[in-house]
Structure formats: structure tokens, C-alpha cells
């Protein structure tokens, strides 16, 4: 007897089906192709249409045949994967499960792909998108022998001419790297600096100590590689360790002749990594207007709602300061729409832009539903989802309105901890029954420690890699992730969890405010707002956003306005789109329920997307 609700039943479905059409397939899968037959036919009988079934998910497995390539020209016939008598009513949301090496993209959707509701289709009641196979996944295992893997170990790949076109580190476990990459040829060697210092790549049994090796990668199909790879200190430098902070490193090596051409050479070898990014622009920034260091800023959207809000946050980070900004998008989850408007909205308002994209590894306890992805994609990745050359990253959550200098929270003095979070508000009594972390398990975990909440946060790359925070927090979150019941709001009570051991800096209150767990008497003092649900009331995002903000219709407006004019569309229409967006969101609002739709899925029930992005502030 087979479980149907399950992936891995569907996916093997799949493959007896094929197998059963080949001809030294039949006898082998007939006995389990017959049985399955059978069971498929008792549940058609007594269910005519998915509406009826208790789903979360409908799941399509597509596996290519013969049959899909035509006899008589160079036509494709497919595969295909159908849905049929799918509920009209219900919100869903699209994606696709491929090969693990690959990294897939939406690049043709007219419709909302995380927002989608059948009934407001048309006639004919089809959504179709295009997606496309953006790159390659290149993965590995770095070792030292008698040794733990070399955790924070940095690595480059490049071709001949430019050496350093990615980079990323190594994990503590099993010594895990990862890279983006196209078919090619490549070359990987250790980055200039610490790391090339120490250590040298040990080649086929050989470790040369007077040059800097590299390995040889060739990519010539769509299966991705695993490479192996294996280093060794250096004679004199075996009793070294890589991790080490700043502070104690300029006492090692202040004023070192070699330190110094170490970076100087890194710099030139890793050129500017925003001219080799292919996602990532450098406009002119209107000299003159714009002067400084430059604000990175990070962000996170799902769905056009999300990204309208995205927009908003964006122009209001400009008007409040003068300094270069660039912000970096976690590219996973962002529509093709939001894809095509970003580079004008660049060059129209002066700032800088890159997409960046991680795959989830194999190893670390994954996650079902799209929203806790999305959350985990915050917090667990941030030492290896940057160029190793961005130093400190703020960021903020994509429904928050910013009002003061962000170029004030970029320069503040973190006291040596790689994050900073502001603190939940404890002002508005009427929330007191809500505030979790001052009762029970949270009370006795958190030993007077503040509880901080996750939608604006300070990270301190450097720091963050020299303590090996990224590797302490994946630690933590495989044990507790295995239990349903831990990491309700992932990316904020995982931080808040660890702080203990990945220290927090507590940033002041005005740095967030939020009308649910602030109340209005610090409402003048605040710096930014974001608009975190009420568990109260559960009001619609876009309505509370109105009332909150006094400055957001005038942002929305020009935002919309700016979209309408890049993509030619109305604005009415827009704004048709996002209140179809609210009107199914807030048909099943929930600011208690964490279920959403699985991510691996082809298309799935979501909670209320209004609610779901960020009930982690909840």
C-alpha cells in the first residue's frame, strides 16, 4: 500500500510510468505498475476533483521520454506536467523541484507566481511561465588531513586571464563550499590574505611550498561536480590559526611589509567585484549629490505585494541620505517584473544593485514551507552569500519605511559583536499578553537578555567570518530545526537563541518602531517603521501602511508610477493586481498559524502572504 500524499510516492509514480513504456521495462515494473494502477483507479472513483482532497500541495513529476521528440521534424513535444480540476478559490503559489546542481529562474510571469487564484485568470483559467536554467552549482569538500576541515578558508575561482570572478568559504562541516558557475573551464585556489598565507592546495599527493596552486575545474555538462580538495599548512605556520580577529592580528603584524602587498594583491586579483558580477550594476551615482562611503543595504521579497513594499523601502533609504547606496537582493524568490524594472529604477534614482543567490546544502536540515526558506535565507547564509569582499550589510525588511540616515547606523560602533538588533518595545501594555520571551522558556533561556527583533539588523561581515558566527548559527539550527516545535519565527528566534554564543549588539529603541509592540508616545522619535502585524487586530498591510505612515502614499505613488511607465502599464491596473493580492491574502489571515506552502512543490496552498513575511516580528 502506497502513501500518495508523499513526493517521493509522486516521483516514483513518475518514473514506473515511463519505464512501463519501454519495452525492457515492462515485466520488470509491472506487478508495482498494476498495483499503483489499481489504487490510482479506487481513489478516482471516489474522488472526482483535488478540491475534495485535504491537500497542502500538488505535486507533478516530469521525467522526458522518446516520445517526446517527433519522428517526423525537429519539433518537442514536451515533457509536460498537467494539473487538472485544481480548487479555483484557494491561494497559491508556483515552483519548480530540479536537479540539485541547478539554479532556476522565473523569467517570463505576467501573473503573481507566490499569489496565484484561479478564479481571477479569465477564461480559460491557465497560468503560464517561463523559467530558465540561470547557472550551475558548484560544490565541494576541502580537508586537512589529521584535522579539522579548515573552517573560514577562502577560496577563489576565476579563469586564466581573471582569477577571482566568485569567491566563498569554507564551512566546518565537512568542510562544504559552494559556487555558482556556467560550463567551462575554471580554476580554484586559496584567496589572497590569511588563507593563502597558511595554507597551500595539496595536488595529487604533492604540496608545493614556494608557488600558490591551483585546480583545475572543467564543467561539460548539466550534472554539476563535486570536487574534493585538500590543503596544508605551511612549513613554519602549522601552530597558526586561520580565524583570527582584527585586533589581534595588527599585533601579529602591524605594520607587516608582506600584510600589506597580501591585501594590496587581493585587491587587484579580486579587481571590483561589482564590474564581474553579471547581476549587479555601477551607475553613475550623479556625482556630486551622492558622497561617502558607501551603505549596503540587504532585502528580501516574495510576491508583487512584497515587492511593491520593496520599492518603497528603497526610495525612502534615498531621500534620507546623501551618501552612495547599494543594495543587495536575495534573487531566489524575486518576480521577473521586479527583475526588468530594478536596472532602470538604478539609474533613475542613483544607486547601486546586485542579485545574490545561494543553494540550500544538502547536508543542512531543509526546510518545506516557502516562507521558513525565506526567513532561514536571512540568517544562515550571510558569511557565504556576499562577495567575501562586502565587509558590513544592513538589513531591512522590505515593508519598513525608513526615515533618518541609514549611514548612521552603518558607521555606529558595534563594541566587537558581528550583529546588532533593536529590542522588542515594551511600551504598548496592551501587547503584554503576547510578549512570549518574558514568561517560561524564553524567560530562563534569555538570563535577562533582551529579545530582538528580526526585521532590521546590523551585520558585521568581518566579524561574522573571524568568529565563525555563520557556522555557530547552522550548528544551532540543525539541532533545534529537527524538532516541529522549535524556531516558530526562524529568523528571529534562531539569533535570539544563539546570542549566548553569536553575540548581539542591542541597537537603541528609535532604530525600530513598530505601532503593535511600541504604541504612539515614541513614534516621533523613530527612525525607521516597519509595518509588523498586530495579533490584535490583523489588519491588512496595505491599509495599516496608509494610516501609520503619513510620507507611504507619496512613495507608493511614485514607485507605482515609476513601474507603470518602465513595464507600460496603468497604474490603476497595479493597483488592480495588489488589491487582488490583499483581497486573497486576508481571506485567511492568521497572525498565529506558521503554515505556508511547501517550496519543492509545483504549486501549493500559502497562508496569507500579508501575514506570513512577517510573522517573525510577531
Given at each position: 500500500?502506497?502513501?500518495?500524499?508523499?513526493?517521493?510516492?509522486?516521483?516514483?509514480?513518475?518514473?514506473?510510468?515511463?519505464?512501463?513504456?519501454?519495452?525492457?521495462?515492462?515485466?520488470?515494473?509491472?506487478?508495482?505498475?498494476?498495483?499503483?494502477?489499481?489504487?490510482?483507479?479506487?481513489?478516482?472513483?471516489?474522488?472526482?476533483?483535488?478540491?475534495?482532497?485535504?491537500?497542502?500541495?500538488?505535486?507533478?513529476?516530469?521525467?522526458?521520454?522518446?516520445?517526446?521528440?517527433?519522428?517526423?521534424?525537429?519539433?518537442?513535444?514536451?515533457?509536460?506536467?498537467?494539473?487538472?480540476?485544481?480548487?479555483?478559490?484557494?491561494?497559491?503559489?508556483?515552483?519548480?523541484?530540479?536537479?540539485?546542481?541547478?539554479?532556476?529562474?522565473?523569467?517570463?510571469?505576467?501573473?503573481?507566481?507566490?499569489?496565484?487564484?484561479?478564479?481571477?485568470?479569465?477564461?480559460?483559467?491557465?497560468?503560464?511561465?517561463?523559467?530558465?536554467?540561470?547557472?550551475?552549482?558548484?560544490?565541494?569538500?576541502?580537508?586537512?588531513?589529521?584535522?579539522?576541515?579548515?573552517?573560514?578558508?577562502?577560496?577563489?575561482?576565476?579563469?586564466?586571464?581573471?582569477?577571482?570572478?566568485?569567491?566563498?568559504?569554507?564551512?566546518?562541516?565537512?568542510?562544504?563550499?559552494?559556487?555558482?558557475?556556467?560550463?567551462?573551464?575554471?580554476?580554484?585556489?586559496?584567496?589572497?590574505?590569511r588563507s593563502s598565507e597558511l595554507y597551500v592546495l595539496k595536488e595529487d599527493g604533492d604540496a608545493s611550498q614556494g608557488k600558490s596552486l591551483s585546480k583545475r575545474i572543467t564543467i561539460n555538462d548539466l550534472q554539476g561536480k563535486v570536487v574534493h580538495m585538500e590543503v596544508v599548512k605551511k612549513k613554519g605556520k602549522e601552530h597558526e590559526k586561520l580565524l583570527v580577529s582584527d585586533d589581534d592580528r595588527s599585533q601579529e603584524k602591524k605594520g607587516s611589509w608582506n600584510s600589506n602587498i597580501l591585501k594590496w594583491a587581493s585587491g587587484i586579483i579580486g579587481g571590483?567585484?561589482?564590474?564581474?558580477?553579471?547581476?549587479?550594476?555601477?551607475?553613475?551615482?550623479?556625482?556630486?549629490?551622492?558622497?561617502?562611503?558607501?551603505?549596503?543595504?540587504?532585502?528580501?521579497?516574495?510576491?508583487?505585494?512584497?515587492?511593491?513594499?520593496?520599492?518603497?523601502?528603497?526610495?525612502?533609504?534615498?531621500?534620507?541620505?546623501?551618501?552612495?547606496?547599494?543594495?543587495?537582493?536575495?534573487?531566489?524568490?524575486?518576480?521577473?517584473?521586479?527583475?526588468?524594472?530594478?536596472?532602470?529604477?538604478?539609474?533613475?534614482?542613483?544607486?547601486?544593485?546586485?542579485?545574490?543567490?545561494?543553494?540550500?546544502?544538502?547536508?543542512?536540515?531543509?526546510?518545506?514551507?516557502?516562507?521558513?526558506?525565506?526567513?532561514?535565507?536571512?540568517?544562515?547564509?550571510?558569511?557565504?552569500?556576499?562577495?567575501?569582499?562586502?565587509?558590513?550589510?544592513?538589513?531591512?525588511?522590505?515593508?519598513?519605511?525608513?526615515?533618518?540616515?541609514?549611514?548612521?547606523?552603518?558607521?555606529?560602533?558595534?563594541?566587537?559583536?558581528?550583529?546588532?538588533?533593536?529590542?522588542?518595545?515594551?511600551?504598548?501594555?496592551?501587547?503584554?499578553?503576547?510578549?512570549?520571551?518574558?514568561?517560561?522558556?524564553?524567560k530562563e533561556h534569555l538570563r535577562g537578555k533582551p529579545y530582538h527583533i528580526s526585521a532590521l539588523y546590523v551585520v558585521d561581515l568581518k566579524k561574522f567570518r573571524q568568529t565563525a558566527a555563520g557556522d555557530n548559527l547552522r550548528v544551532i539550527y540543525e539541532t533545534l530545526s529537527k524538532d516541529p516545535n522549535s524556531l516558530a519565527n526562524l529568523d528571529q528566534d534562531l539569533p535570539n537563541y544563539a546570542q549566548h554564543t553569536v553575540q548581539i549588539f542591542s541597537l537603541p529603541q528609535e532604530w525600530l518602531w513598530c505601532e503593535s509592540w511600541c504604541g504612539n508616545?515614541?513614534?516621533?522619535?523613530?527612525?525607521?517603521?516597519?509595518?509588523?502585524?498586530?495579533?490584535?487586530?490583523?489588519?491588512?498591510?496595505?491599509?495599516?501602511?496608509?494610516?501609520?505612515?503619513?510620507?507611504?502614499?507619496?512613495?507608493?505613488?511614485?514607485?507605482?508610477?515609476?513601474?507603470?511607465?518602465?513595464?507600460?502599464?496603468?497604474?490603476?491596473?497595479?493597483?488592480?493586481?495588489?488589491?487582488?493580492?490583499?483581497?486573497?491574502?486576508?481571506?485567511?489571515?492568521?497572525?498565529?498559524?506558521?503554515?505556508?506552502?511547501?517550496?519543492?512543490?509545483?504549486?501549493?496552498?500559502?497562508?496569507?502572504?500579508?501575514?506570513?513575511?512577517?510573522?517573525?516580528?510577531?
Open positions: 500500500m502506497f502513501n500518495f500524499m508523499l513526493i517521493e510516492v509522486k516521483k516514483f509514480s513518475g518514473l514506473v510510468n515511463v519505464a512501463g513504456s519501454l519495452d525492457f521495462g515492462r515485466w520488470l515494473v509491472f506487478f508495482l505498475y498494476y498495483e499503483m494502477s489499481v489504487l490510482c483507479g479506487i481513489m478516482e472513483h471516489y474522488i472526482s476533483s483535488l478540491v475534495d482532497l485535504p491537500l497542502k500541495n500538488y505535486y507533478r513529476y516530469v521525467v522526458p521520454t522518446m516520445d517526446d521528440f517527433s519522428n517526423s521534424d525537429s519539433s518537442i513535444n514536451g515533457p509536460k506536467a498537467f494539473f487538472a480540476n485544481m480548487p479555483l478559490s484557494k491561494t497559491l503559489t508556483m515552483n519548480l523541484d530540479v536537479p540539485e546542481p541547478w539554479l532556476v529562474e522565473p523569467v517570463v510571469a505576467v501573473h503573481d507566481l507566490d499569489n496565484i487564484l484561479l478564479e481571477n485568470l479569465g477564461e480559460t483559467r491557465t497560468l503560464q511561465a517561463v523559467f530558465e536554467l540561470e547557472a550551475l552549482v558548484l560544490t565541494g569538500h576541502c580537508l586537512e588531513k589529521d584535522h579539522d576541515p579548515p573552517r573560514g578558508l577562502q577560496l577563489i575561482l576565476g579563469t586564466k586571464s581573471m582569477p577571482h570572478l566568485v569567491d566563498t568559504l569554507v564551512m566546518a562541516n565537512l568542510g562544504y563550499w559552494q559556487m555558482k558557475v556556467s560550463p567551462g573551464v575554471w580554476y580554484l585556489q586559496l584567496a589572497p590574505g571590483s567585484e561589482n564590474s564581474k558580477k553579471k547581476e549587479s550594476t555601477s551607475v553613475d551615482r550623479r556625482k556630486g549629490e551622492r558622497q561617502g562611503e558607501i551603505i549596503n543595504i540587504f532585502s528580501i521579497a516574495s510576491g508583487h505585494l512584497y515587492e511593491r513594499f520593496l520599492k518603497i523601502m528603497i526610495l525612502s533609504v534615498l531621500k534620507n541620505t546623501c551618501r552612495p547606496v547599494k543594495f543587495w537582493f536575495i534573487k531566489n524568490y524575486l518576480s521577473p517584473q521586479f527583475k526588468d524594472v530594478i536596472p532602470h529604477m538604478a539609474q533613475e534614482y542613483g544607486f547601486e544593485y546586485e542579485l545574490v543567490t545561494y543553494k540550500w546544502p544538502t547536508w543542512l536540515h531543509k526546510q518545506t514551507e516557502k516562507q521558513r526558506i525565506i526567513w532561514a535565507y536571512k540568517i544562515l547564509f550571510l558569511d557565504v552569500i556576499f562577495p567575501l569582499s562586502l565587509e558590513k550589510v544592513i538589513f531591512v525588511d522590505a515593508d519598513q519605511v525608513v526615515r533618518a540616515d541609514m549611514g548612521e547606523l552603518y558607521d555606529m560602533d558595534l563594541k566587537g559583536r558581528p550583529l546588532a538588533y533593536t529590542p522588542f518595545c515594551d511600551n504598548n501594555k496592551d501587547m503584554d499578553g503576547y510578549r512570549f520571551w518574558r514568561q517560561g522558556f524564553w508616545v515614541t513614534k516621533s522619535k523613530a527612525k525607521t517603521i516597519d509595518l509588523c502585524n498586530n495579533p490584535m487586530t490583523k489588519e491588512p498591510k496595505l491599509q495599516g501602511a496608509r494610516r501609520i505612515v503619513s510620507e507611504w502614499p507619496d512613495l507608493d505613488s511614485e514607485a507605482r508610477q515609476f513601474t507603470a511607465k518602465i513595464l507600460g502599464d496603468e497604474v490603476e491596473r497595479q493597483e488592480t493586481t495588489a488589491a487582488f493580492s490583499i483581497q486573497s491574502d486576508t481571506s485567511k489571515s492568521d497572525a498565529s498559524s506558521t503554515e505556508s506552502g511547501p517550496s519543492h512543490t509545483s504549486t501549493s496552498d500559502v497562508s496569507s502572504e500579508e501575514d506570513s513575511e512577517s510573522k517573525a516580528e510577531l
